[in-house]
């Protein structure tokens, strides 16, 4: 029989192990040419990265859970690493003691989802897999967040003469900042706020959104695949958002699961 936790821990690396080798590739493609030593441990990430994906190629569902849970705090290990290096870089940058052209609120977003993904893998190999409902309104918060960054990188990166695009992106960065604010006010009245009702109406909400962001993005990451539309997105980022937004309707998916207690 599958165990859940060593199912989950296989799904989690899969996902953000890609996610941060992408990271390092796109805080390499900011610096400039004088900054080679950032470079060199984007790179060095990059590799890291690459070899966890490689080992775990090596795992299935059906593997051992002790295994699995010593390959969680290697990975462990790797994501606080590269949490600390976004960080250091978020610092130098706030400083003006390096410029370059990844945005402040870019390396601060990336580190989020670094540590994000540390902690889910502490939880993991604590055996903490079903959701709660404060876990709940604390994904939400937390991806929320996440998108309404998302929604703010495009509209910057793509060119201003790309009047209509620009405008969507702005409109989704309002909507997902209201989305935003609403469960941080439910996350500043929990306990009482972790009702069914309230959470079942904020996941419908949020997915609803998420939905038509993510499909926003497809279009997006398709012109720009297709060289049809003019922006600054690397054809990667835009199919890594796409992905991101993906993962959060799965979250709220999980969640509604949860609640419903199916």
Not at 79 to 101: E, F, S
Request: glycine letters at 2%; charged letters at 25%; a negative charge.
């Amino acid at each position: 029989m599958v165990n859940p936790i060593v199912a989950r821990s296989l799904d989690e690396i899969r996902f953000w192990s890609r996610i941060m080798k992408e990271h390092s590739l796109f805080l390499s493609l900011g610096f400039t040419y004088e900054q080679k030593q950032l470079i060199e441990e984007a790179q060095q990430f990059m590799d890291l990265f690459e070899r966890i994906e490689e080992k775990l190629a090596r795992f299935t569902v059906n593997s051992d859970l002790r295994q699995v849970q010593a390959f969680n705090t290697e990975v462990y290990q790797a994501a606080a690493a590269i949490y600390a290096y976004k960080r250091k870089i978020l610092d130098l940058t706030l400083r003006c003691q390096i410029r370059h052209n990844n945005f402040p609120l870019l390396v601060d977003h990336i580190s989020r989802e670094a540590a994000y993904f540390a902690n889910r893998l502490k939880e993991l190999n604590e055996g903490i897999l079903a959701p709660t409902p404060d876990t709940v309104i604390q994904e939400n918060v937390f991806f929320l967040k996440i998108m309404a960054d998302h929604a703010k990188f495009i509209g910057h990166l793509l060119d201003p003469s790309e009047r209509k695009l620009v405008d969507q992106a702005r409109e989704f960065s309002n909507d997902f900042d209201k989305l935003l604010f609403q469960a941080v006010d439910l996350d500043y009245m929990r306990p009482q706020s972790e009702t069914k009702p309230l959470l079942g109406q904020m996941l419908n909400q949020n997915k609803v959104s998420v939905a038509s962001l993510r499909d926003f993005k497809k279009t997006a990451r398709d012109l720009i695949e297709e060289c049809r539309i003019k922006s600054n997105i690397h054809p990667l980022l835009a199919d890594h958002t796409f992905r991101e937004a993906s993962r959060f309707i799965e979250i709220i998916e999980m969640f509604e699961a949860s609640l419903s207690g199916t």
